[in-house]
């Protein structure tokens, strides 16, 4: 009898387990595809995308969001506010202010070539859903290390899917992407900001986004390397685009 009740313990786990594979990390059953761009997907879904639509634009790369297939990991509009900041808050404005230099007013100040470097951080080659990427562990990487990708702008991520716990069994709960900028290609392994992914495998007609989670993460994971940029170029008139 005892026997008899393990196996049927046992069962229930795994259709609990298949069961689970249906939905996305949200924990909402949603059909994925998209019936637009990528750029159109970023415009209608003004929260949390409006801002980050508008830095497409300003980076001159509406079309590659139009047509181009690729995998872009979607940061939201809190990062960018996150980033820019006030005279009063950590930020770029901060940093602009105590340097002795004018403070940031509009978006198109910033060059377009900033925008886009920082875009393409987030964009990787080929249309990548989550079954496509490898099982990684961050507390056992020796065995589930993820794997390396190179992003639009030659940066490095490790990118890897997160097999939770379920009912205290190891890896059979749901699934989650963890997206890891890694800031020194030469040490692969040191000093990653880890960022999870909120909503997996959206199906625009160009490639795919995984939405990542706001963690409080600055736009392009190294805060003093975007006001560093900034800072050597300098700031544009507004209206210069």
Request: aromatic residues 14%.
């Amino acid at each position: 009898m005892k026997k008899l009740i393990m196996i049927c313990a046992a069962l229930l786990l795994l259709l609990n387990a298949c069961k689970r594979d249906e939905y996305y990390v949200d924990g909402g059953k949603a059909n994925p595809d998209y019936p637009g761009s990528m750029l159109k997907y970023l415009q209608d879904k003004k929260v949390p995308f409006d801002t980050v639509a508008q830095i497409v634009k300003l980076a001159g790369m509406e079309q590659q969001f139009s047509s181009e297939d690729f995998t872009f990991f979607a940061f939201d509009d809190d990062v960018i506010k996150r980033t820019i900041g006030t005279v009063n808050t950590a930020g770029l404005n901060n940093y602009l202010f105590y340097s002795g230099k004018d403070t940031l007013k509009t978006l198109d100040q910033i060059p377009p070539a900033i925008w886009k470097k920082y875009l393409q951080r987030y964009m990787f080659k080929g249309s990548n859903r989550l079954k496509d990427y490898p099982q990684i562990d961050l507390g056992l990487r020796s065995i589930y290390p993820g794997a390396l990708y190179y992003d639009y702008n030659n940066s490095v991520a490790n990118i890897g899917v997160n097999f939770n716990d379920a009912n205290g069994v190891k890896y059979i709960g749901y699934r989650q992407l963890m997206f890891s900028f890694i800031p020194d290609i030469s040490k692969p392994n040191d000093s990653w900001t880890t960022v999870p992914v909120a909503s997996s495998d959206i199906k625009p007609t160009n490639g795919v986004v995984h939405t990542l989670s706001y963690t409080g993460a600055y736009l392009g994971f190294d805060q003093y390397e975007f006001y560093n940029d900034v800072y050597i170029s300098g700031l544009r008139p507004s209206g210069s685009n």
